[in-house]
């Protein structure tokens, strides 16, 4: 007769293949419902962002996940959320995927599995010129906006631990909050502030990027932990647009020259996910 913390533990040995197997079952699960769904921001150009002319989200990171969707044979969806809703919205099931700007760091990797790096960046700080400030020392105590629940508040709380930091839900209601006088300075991702400082036109003399980094990032797609199978496609669509070169391509679409964010050169490959 089996007694009954027999039962109980089988039941939880039970219950844990289950757990593992509708697990694995991700990748097929895609591919049975013709779609993956992405989360993405949205506000973020030109990782993902909304065209005005058509209202139709365009951007690299878009680019990349259509790519890994066309591997797949099904359709795309993509789904905006908040910076700070991203890993939740991921290991609730509400995504598939993070295209989200989404920096590789350990602490993160307790929480999700990455993909291989698609971007590397580095946080910096836009001030007001007016501001008479040419160096992150003359931040402590003055008022510096940025994105809530992204590396960059943590980037710039450790920079200067005396800053007036406040939060906004994303990178477009931050740098508005700079450009309406109610901060001094703006941290966001060096590409995208590139970006940013681009939209300013003629405005832009009055607005200057402090030449520091204040931290060096990897970004890259988030996929729940443990999906090995859906991991290998999506790292294997990277690597492909790398051999293909038209990794080199979509990066000259959105950050190369003649872009807002005007990089000269690429930096970095598709080829890995350590950090």
Request: net charge positive; aromatic share 6%.
């Amino acid at each position: 007769m089996f007694s009954r913390r027999h039962f109980v533990t089988s039941a939880f040995a039970l219950s844990l293949l289950a757990s593992g197997a509708a697990q694995a079952d991700q990748l097929a699960d895609i591919k049975k419902k013709g779609e993956i769904v992405f989360g993405v921001l949205g506000t973020d150009e030109p990782n993902s962002f909304i065209e005005p002319k058509t209202r139709q989200l365009v951007g690299y990171e878009i680019d990349l996940a259509t790519a890994v969707a066309k591997k797949l044979g099904v359709k795309p969806v993509f789904k905006q959320m908040a910076v700070s809703a991203r890993i939740p919205e991921l290991q609730q099931g509400h995504v598939d995927v993070l295209a989200a700007t989404l920096t590789h760091n350990k602490e993160r990797e307790s929480q999700v599995d990455f993909a291989l790096t698609h971007f590397v960046t580095g946080s910096k700080v836009m001030v007001r010129a007016a501001s008479g400030i040419n160096q992150l020392g003359q931040l402590a105590g003055k008022k510096v906006v940025t994105v809530r629940g992204g590396t960059q508040e943590t980037n710039i709380r450790k920079a200067v631990p005396t800053a007036d930091v406040v939060t906004f839900e994303n990178t477009q209601q931050a740098f508005q909050a700079l450009r309406q006088g109610k901060g001094v300075a703006y941290v966001n991702d060096e590409s995208s502030l590139l970006a940013d400082y681009g939209k300013l036109g003629p405005a832009a003399k009055g607005f200057t990027i402090l030449p520091t980094s204040i931290g060096n990032e990897s970004i890259a797609m988030g996929l729940r932990k443990g999906e090995k199978g859906l991991k290998a496609v999506v790292d294997q669509t990277l690597r492909e647009l790398e051999a293909s070169g038209a990794a080199e391509q979509l990066f000259n679409k959105w950050y190369g020259p003649g872009t807002r964010a005007n990089i000269a050169k690429r930096q970095f490959k598709l080829a890995t996910d350590k950090i």
